[in-house]
């Protein structure tokens, strides 16, 4: 049984900073590529970032590039996302993802076959 298990969401002002982390257990991955996307009411799930297995490819949705940064523990079977200058259009469910037939990653939902349950981020005004 899989499992990634996400935590560090919360409530910020705009403004400040969170880091998440999700952590996966049950079966070993191989060369997976590891991903955040993230969900607002009434809206589809968007890319928010990915990262190859090496860590040496990332991929960045257009609104956060410059702000999030994606990183890797593959010790730890963990992916990051530390997340700057939140604005009040980042707040969603944020959702950990792997993609076990791809070592690049990349933001196309349909890669990714491994899902946690999300973590909520709110960002106040």
């Known amino acids: 049984q899989v499992q990634l298990v996400e935590s560090g969401g919360g409530l910020v002002q705009a403004g400040g900073s969170l880091r998440l982390s999700c952590a996966a257990s049950?079966?070993?991955?191989?060369?997976?590529?590891m991903a955040w996307f993230r969900q607002a009411p009434g809206k589809e799930r968007d890319f928010v970032a990915s990262?190859?297995?090496?860590?040496?490819?990332?991929w960045y949705g257009d609104s956060v590039k410059g702000r999030f940064t994606i990183s890797r523990d593959n010790a730890k079977n963990s992916v990051y996302l530390q997340m700057n200058s939140l604005r009040p259009e980042d707040a969603a469910i944020y959702y950990c993802?792997?993609?076990?037939?791809?070592?690049?990653?990349?933001?196309?939902?349909?890669?990714?076959?491994?899902w946690g349950q999300g973590t909520q981020v709110t960002v106040s005004s």
């Open positions: 993802a792997v993609a076990t037939s791809t070592d690049r990653g990349g933001p196309r939902i349909s890669e990714y076959d491994y």
């Open positions: 049950g079966r070993t991955f191989g060369r997976s590529a």
């Open positions: 990262i190859s297995w090496s860590g040496r490819t990332k």
